[in-house]
């Protein structure tokens, strides 16, 4: 889809430290002062998934963050074009690879032509910047918040990244 007309976003992934979803339910908080009827999903499981339904559950956020668990490709591929943009909320580390590693989530986001909001050191993190893809910052919620009101509520901007995405 070139466009679409919602306030949802996308995190795809394991549900783990590595991955920073730790972050999530604050970079909600921060958007849903703008953007009320924002809504995440979170496709994936992992060693945190209890924590974080529990941090959802105590900030009151069970209507703008879901949990989906992990579902096949052939369960997420058509749904995935229905997002505004994706997520992508690495913790930096010198102690693995993902600085230096390709980041598949990114790909599949760019594939189904989502606009992409991730955080800034990495690889993968330049290529988005470099190709204007969405935008890479800092890793804290009103970085990570910023774009994704601008992006959420502009719409001539998701067609342009949209757009880009796809052609990429």
Same mark, same amino acid.
């Given at each position: 889809?070139?466009?679409? #007309? ?5 995190? @795809? ?16 908080? +921060?958007? /849903? /002062? ?5 809504? @995440?999903?979170?496709? =994936? +499981?992992?060693?945190?998934?209890? +924590?974080? +339904?529990?941090?959802? #559950?105590?900030? =009151? ?25 994706? *997520?992508?909320?690495? #913790? ?12 598949? /989530? ?7 032509? @989502? ?5 800034? =050191? ?23 918040? /910023?774009? *994704?009101?601008? *992006? *959420? ?12 995405? @796809?052609?990429?």
């Amino acid at each position: 889809k070139t466009f679409v #007309k919602n306030h949802s976003l996308i995190f @795809l992934g394991v549900i783990n430290d590595k991955n920073g979803v730790g972050i999530l339910p604050d970079i909600i908080m +921060e958007v /849903k /002062k703008k953007v009320p009827d924002v809504r @995440l999903d979170v496709m =994936g +499981e992992g060693d945190m998934r209890e +924590e974080l +339904e529990a941090r959802i #559950k105590a900030l =009151g956020l069970t209507r703008h963050i879901r949990m989906l668990g992990n579902l096949e490709f052939k369960d997420f591929k058509d749904l995935m074009t229905n997002y505004q943009a994706g *997520l992508v909320t690495y #913790k930096y580390s010198e102690v693995n690879l993902i600085p230096t590693s390709d980041s598949m /989530k990114m790909r599949v986001y760019l594939a189904a032509g @989502l606009p992409v909001i991730l955080t800034k =050191g990495f690889v993968f993190s330049d290529e988005i910047v470099k190709n204007k893809l969405g935008f890479a910052v800092e890793y804290d919620a009103k970085s990570f918040a /910023k774009p *994704l009101i601008t *992006l *959420l509520t502009d719409g001539a901007l998701s067609r342009k990244l949209r757009a880009r995405a @796809l052609a990429y």
